[in-house]
């Protein structure tokens, strides 16, 4: 699926929609934006759910637009969908909407006395929190979640409503239709229960289930809807809402509460909860929401988890729980064992009558106690391997957060309890994709404010606030050298050629030093404190920033003076003026000619370091910038700083890419390819960014709070990181190009074309690529980032690959874009709107595309010419496809098929049942038959010619992304959302095969010219290439390789050569052996049997 762009104000454009066409019956509820009548749709017959707007405002009538916008491009069974969205001849917006019979869950959980009861709800949470899953997979946040907008229908459906306050998450605040400004007092709150009812203002939200944040006018990530739906469960399984018990007498009492403190605990409440559900709810309301689940999938795992009696993975148990819950799963065998051990007592006592019955009686409590040992030894076993399932699902949980060498280390632990096959196939790949620690260095007394590498990258330097400078070594941490100066030092630079260091202090003093720190001169570099150094490429120019806002270029050596290895004066040769506050950061072009300056006045400098002259390049919204670096070869400048963005700002000119870090950035480095960023701040992590995709690769939690420093070695192989913990630490990122190099797409495939030659494979992807691959042996040929749209990646669709090497896609900025196979991007052609869905003529000359307002637009695709535009359905176009002859098939959610000549005369129009809609049609390759796929899951088949219908079936139980026919007709393939790949047999319309990938949620389908090979995508990002003879898999690419190996086979094309080594290693090598490999690798040990904490008991050898 794709991620939606969510309307804004220039999008607000509604058709006008005649009130006749709808018969209101009754008004069955009323809110905030609007009321919901029970209506009969006249054209179809169909029950609707009609909400219409109350009031006139501008704002309100956005927002009541944009909440109508987002449940429409939001498919999921828990999402009620909609079916028109449009104004009244008068003016006022309206939508139509799948009428859900049912109740809330505010009524539900009233009426739920007993913790039985209550826990029999679960199901209702864990759907609302499967439905928000999906949401947050495409990047919505609801904002709004609450018991009253969560209806749960007679027969257990649940369906959550009213996402007027959602958002993308990326998205600011400010540019969300209707967002209000000024914070709400309690006037404008309705009378009610105090906490129940959305708020207005800054504050959006219903205060008893918002978080911290939410209540304090932040900004809200996937956490916030996370905690919400936490409350929810609090609410469901005590009794009453949080903070209730406390008795807030207005909405600002309560919201003071939610601010600066946490409910009463659910234990206080229910003591009779089950202490791992307490947990779950726990962590979802944790107050910090770094500690809560990242999304509301990480959530809905732990609760089904709990409700399938497993243990949950954000739950600690200790021996005696694990005991119990083993004793009460076995407590019949359990009662055996002690009814015999009570009989070996009784008999010790009576049996001495005679010899031969004290010989029998021997005999007899040799047998007994061997069977309370064999039980106590399968107690025993059974809580071992209860705990090392336990291990594993933790393993499981630190992989989603891209914790890996916290997995390695849960799933050594997990095969030292009870060796599970799985773990060693899951520890090692972990291992292979892990960032570790490999030395650090002890003795500062004060925090770390800044370090620097040799170019060898064998030695590091760090300065401190107690004005020492230390020299260690790399490899071990061991100190070659340490000095104190007067003042405390805030920066410093190794020279290129390693014969000198510049320390920066408190009092604008730079102080030149050997690498042993013996005093080469001092000079007065500024006012005050210098807050950044750096040497240009060729060792003759250091660059300084300081606290009076100014940037200096100083001559430190001239080509003679090396020669000579004789000291040279530092000369002043430009004061650069342009900041207005501090210069925090200061980096030179590779080149040496260019240097990059950035203060906390929030702007980017660039400067010409030989005439001293510059240019405001940028700027960050909100707040100063803390670190620069150039990367891509001096063609772009890295930017982190206080308003939590990372840019990547091309030198050139134009907009800068940019991403959301989430916590102040203090410094960054990056990687010597220029496709990492690495960062590090008040967050306490260190985070690598990919630039292309801007996707998060890894985390590393950093001891002790924030971090100012982080260095990287010109080779990309080594980090150095420093704060205020007083602790540098070197990490080895040699895992970092296994992380970035996986094979195949890391995210949902949404497309999939193979040539008309059938000798190439195009697809695109929800992780921001297109990539062409050769479909006999899976090569990559062509990656290609998606093109961004004021610095966010954008979203393109429906890829094709022409004959003559053109490969084009239309994109949501409204351009068919296009590129050749070198990735040179071509001259686009323009579209009147974003015409998402496409196909390419069996000619590889034209290419039809449909839009989700109804319009079929013809392009010529090698001169870009528009050949004809034409709006031909009601609703949104989800299926376009050419068929042999020319033809062309539309699908769309106006619940009608239609075929069309090359010229778009109309041919035959087609209707299904129901009210889903069609997603994807097809011609037979005579162009006599028709099929479709529906949301439904249906498959349908009419004869082109006579308009009858042939065949209707129920294909899958969710909705056909994928559609195709065999190019001899006999056979028609299906490809649904429910994961399954049927072939049909088009004659007798009968499922001849199931196949089934075992990759969870599918998508779309392409079968090869010739018949051979079908194509099928998964919302995973895997690709599974079959062999439809055979009906085998070919290979498979992409998506998630942990989840499909075992040791049994790690040969699978999907496994890179880096990886499989290592795997092989961890499948072969002994539990106990790999443990303390894996140990002494990851510097981590095991707590109280569950828990991974940092260890430096061990050092690694120099």
């Keep these: 699926s794709r991620t939606p762009r969510i309307a804004g104000d220039a999008d607000l454009e509604l058709p006008i929609v005649d009130d006749a066409n709808y018969e209101r019956l009754e008004e069955f509820a009323r809110g905030g934006l609007g009321r919901i009548v029970r209506a009969k749709d006249r054209r179809t017959g169909r029950i609707v759910a009609l909400k219409?707007?109350?009031?006139?405002?501008?704002?309100?009538?956005?927002?009541f637009a944009r909440e109508a916008r987002v449940t429409a491009?939001?498919?999921?069974?828990?999402?009620?969908?909609?079916?028109?969205?449009?104004?009244?001849?008068?003016?006022?917006p309206f939508f139509a909407m799948k009428l859900v019979a049912g109740r809330s869950l505010q009524q539900v959980a009233v009426e739920c006395k007993t913790m039985p009861e209550r826990l029999a709800r679960l199901s209702v949470i864990i759907a609302v929190a499967e439905a928000l899953a999906y949401a947050h997979k495409q990047r919505v946040i609801h904002r709004d979640l609450k018991p009253a907008n969560v209806l749960v229908g007679d027969y257990g459906e649940t369906v959550v409503i009213d996402w007027g306050l959602a958002k993308l998450v990326d998205e600011p605040e400010a540019s969300i239709v209707g967002a209000p400004a000024p914070r709400t007092s309690e006037a404008v709150i309705e009378a009610g229960s105090i906490g129940d009812r959305t708020m207005d203002g800054s504050v959006l939200g219903t205060p008893s289930y918002m978080p911290p944040e939410q209540a304090?006018?932040?900004?809200?990530?996937?956490?916030?809807?996370?905690?919400?739906?936490?409350?929810?469960?609090?609410?469901?399984?005590?009794?009453?809402?949080?903070?209730?018990?406390?008795?807030?007498?207005?909405v600002s009492q309560l919201l003071a509460m939610v601010e600066s403190e946490p409910p009463t605990p659910v234990s206080a409440l229910a003591p009779t909860a089950p202490p791992d559900l307490v947990t779950i709810i726990s962590k979802a309301m944790a107050r910090d929401k770094t500690e809560r689940y990242p999304t509301a999938r990480e959530l809905a795992e732990d609760l089904r988890l709990f409700t399938n009696g497993n243990l949950v993975s954000s739950h600690q148990y200790d021996w005696k729980a694990l005991a119990k819950?083993?004793?009460?799963?076995?407590?019949?065998?359990?009662t055996v064992a002690a009814a015999l051990v009570a009989v070996l007592i009784v008999g010790a006592v009576y049996s001495v009558r005679s010899?031969?019955?004290?010989?029998?009686?021997?005999?007899?409590?040799?047998?007994?106690?061997?069977?309370?040992?064999?039980?106590a030894n399968e107690q025993m076993n059974n809580a071992r391997s209860s705990l090392a399932t336990a291990l594993v699902q933790k393993g499981k949980f630190a992989e989603q957060q891209q914790r890996w060498a916290d997995a390695a280390m849960y799933y050594a632990a997990s095969r030292v309890q009870a060796d599970p096959g799985k773990a060693r196939w899951l520890g090692g790949v972990a291992e292979s994709k892990a960032i570790v620690a490999h030395a650090r260095h002890e003795g500062h007394t004060q925090p770390v404010t800044a370090a620097a590498m040799s170019r060898d990258g064998e030695r590091v330097v760090t300065v401190d606030t107690a004005g020492e400078a230390r020299v260690w070594k790399r490899s071990d941490g061991s100190l070659l050298a340490r000095a104190k100066f007067a003042a405390p030092l805030w920066s410093v630079a190794y020279s290129p050629d390693g014969s000198e260091l510049a320390l920066g202090d408190d009092t604008g003093t730079v102080r030149r030093v050997t690498p042993h720190l013996t005093s080469l001169g001092d000079f007065k570099a500024h006012a005050k404190r210098v807050w950044s150094l750096a040497y240009a490429p060729d060792g003759n120019t250091l660059a300084s920033g300081g606290e009076d806002a100014i940037a200096r270029l100083w001559t430190v050596a001239t080509a003679e003076s090396r020669l000579r290895r004789v000291a040279f004066k530092a000369v002043e040769s430009h004061a650069l003026k342009g900041h207005t506050q501090r210069v925090y950061s200061v980096a030179f072009s590779p080149d040496g000619k260019q240097l990059a300056t950035g203060s906390d006045d929030r702007t980017l400098w660039l400067w010409n370091v030989a005439a001293g002259t510059g240019k405001l390049r940028g700027a960050q919204e909100n707040g100063g910038i803390r670190a620069v670096e150039f990367t891509r070869g001096g063609l772009d400048v890295a930017a982190g700083g206080w308003d939590y963005d990372l840019k990547v700002w091309p030198v050139g000119g134009g907009t800068a890419a940019s991403w959301n870090d989430k916590m102040s950035v203090h410094d960054i480095a990056v990687s010597p390819d220029a496709r990492v960023v690495v960062s590090v701040g008040d967050s306490g992590e260190l985070r690598f960014w990919e630039v292309g995709t801007r996707n998060l690769i890894t985390t590393i939690d950093l001891p002790g709070g924030r971090t100012s420093t982080v260095v990287m070695s010109e080779d990309g192989k080594w980090l150095v990181t420093a704060g205020d913990n007083r602790v540098p630490v070197v990490w080895n990122v040699g895992a970092l190009p296994r992380l970035i190099d996986a094979v195949g797409h890391r995210n949902g495939i949404a497309e999939i074309r193979i040539t008309s030659d059938g000798s190439r494979v195009v697809t695109i992807a929800d992780d921001h690529t297109l990539r062409v691959w050769n479909l006999t042996d899976g090569r990559e040929q062509l990656q290609l980032s998606l093109p961004t749209q004021q610095g966010k990646r954008m979203y393109c669709s429906s890829p094709h690959l022409s004959k003559d090497g053109v490969i084009s896609a239309p994109c949501e900025d409204k351009l068919i874009r296009r590129w050749d196979l070198t990735g040179r991007e071509l001259p686009g052609i323009p579209t009147k709107v974003y015409l998402r869905i496409a196909s390419l003529s069996p000619d590889d000359t034209t290419l039809a595309a449909g839009h989700m307002k109804g319009m079929l637009g013809l392009f010529d695709i090698s001169s870009g010419k528009v050949l004809q535009e034409k709006t031909i359905h009601a609703h949104q176009i989800y299926g376009v496809n050419y068929g042999p002859s020319g033809q062309i098939t539309t699908a769309s959610l106006d619940n009608t098929v239609?075929?069309?000549?090359?010229?778009?005369?109309?041919?035959?129009?087609?209707?299904?049942?129901?009210?889903?809609?069609?997603?994807?049609?097809?011609?037979?390759?005579?162009?006599?038959?028709?099929?479709?796929?529906?949301?439904?899951?249906?498959?349908?088949?009419?004869?082109?010619?006579?308009?009858r219908p042939i065949a209707k079936h129920k294909a899958h139980t969710g909705p056909i992304w994928g559609l195709a026919y065999s190019t001899d007709k006999r056979f028609v393939y299906t490809a649904g959302e429910d994961g399954t790949f049927l072939i049909w047999d088009a004659v007798a319309w009968k499922v001849l095969h199931t196949l089934d990938a075992r990759e969870g949620g599918g998508g779309p389908l392409a079968v090869s010219p010739d018949g051979t090979t079908a194509v099928t995508g998964y919302r995973n990002g895997a690709m599974i290439v079959w062999d439809l003879p055979s009906r085998k898999i070919r290979y498979r690419l992409g998506g998630n390789a942990r989840d499909f190996g075992s040791c049994d086979d790690v040969t699978q094309r999907w496994v890179d050569d880096a990886h499989r080594a290592i795997v092989q290693t961890a499948c072969t090598e002994p539990p106990k052996s790999y443990f303390e490999r894996i140990r002494r690798f990851a510097h981590k040990k095991i707590v109280n049997d569950v828990d991974v904490e940092a260890d430096w008991i061990s050092r690694p050898s120099p």
């Design 73 to 92: 491009i939001l498919e999921h069974p828990a999402i009620v969908p909609v079916y028109e969205l449009g104004r009244w001849p008068s003016g006022e």
């Design 52 to 63: 219409e707007m109350l009031g006139n405002a501008d704002e309100t009538a956005k927002r």
């Design 325 to 334: 819950r083993w004793l009460k799963r076995n407590r019949a065998t359990v």
């Design 216 to 250: 304090l006018g932040n900004r809200a990530d996937e956490r916030a809807d996370v905690y919400a739906i936490g409350a929810m469960l609090y609410q469901l399984i005590t009794g009453v809402t949080p903070f209730s018990d406390k008795k807030p007498q207005n």
């Design 355 to 375: 010899i031969i019955a004290e010989r029998d009686t021997a005999d007899a409590r040799r047998v007994d106690a061997e069977t309370a040992r064999a039980i």
């Design 898 to 947: 239609k075929v069309w000549s090359p010229s778009l005369e109309l041919l035959g129009d087609f209707r299904i049942e129901g009210d889903d809609g069609a997603l994807r049609s097809a011609l037979s390759p005579d162009g006599n038959v028709v099929i479709a796929g529906a949301q439904d899951g249906s498959l349908y088949a009419w004869d082109v010619t006579t308009k």
